[in-house]
């Protein structure tokens, strides 16, 4: 019988499965979401001056960096759905969003930064969860 905490897990990992899902389709698909992903590439272009690769001085075309974000994120969301990639799915989801909030904050825009940061925190309860699963079921 699933507990209480359990039942949480579950709802949560269903939101962060949706919001990826929603999130990566935007990104990566013009003809699906047209008015959607055109302003997603506008507020795309501040942050590609604060992106990773910037430091090295490399700045990605603001598509490029947009749509190998939104790649990633759905690479990840199908990674979800199979047990034995749920940890890293997760672990690279959390990679994201750690560079989502740092890029929120780098260029000021500080409104943006709720989401990621839900996300992150999300993210991390369960990678923390399927890691601890993966530890309980080795040592039965």
């Known amino acids: 019988m699933a507990t209480a905490v359990d039942v949480v897990y579950r709802i949560l990992s269903w939101i962060v499965t949706a919001m990826f899902l929603m999130s990566s ?3 990566v698909s013009p ?3 047209p008015e959607m992903n055109a302003e997603m590439a506008k507020t795309f272009v501040p942050m590609v001056r604060v ?4 430091w090295f001085g490399y700045v990605p075309p603001v598509y490029i960096y947009m749509v190998t974000i939104g790649a990633w994120e759905l690479f990840c969301v199908g990674g979800l759905f199979i047990k034995a990639l749920q940890k890293t799915a997760y672990g690279i989801l959390t990679v994201i969003m750690i560079g989502a909030v740092y890029t929120h904050i780098a260029i000021g825009d500080y409104k943006g930064v709720p989401v990621p940061l839900f996300l992150l925190v999300a993210c991390s309860l369960l990678f923390s969860r399927s890691s601890n699963q993966s530890v309980k079921l080795k040592t039965n």
Not at 51 to 54: D, L, Y
């Open 51 to 54: 992106c990773p690769t910037a």
């Open 31 to 33: 003809a699906l979401f």
């Open 25 to 27: 389709l935007i990104k």
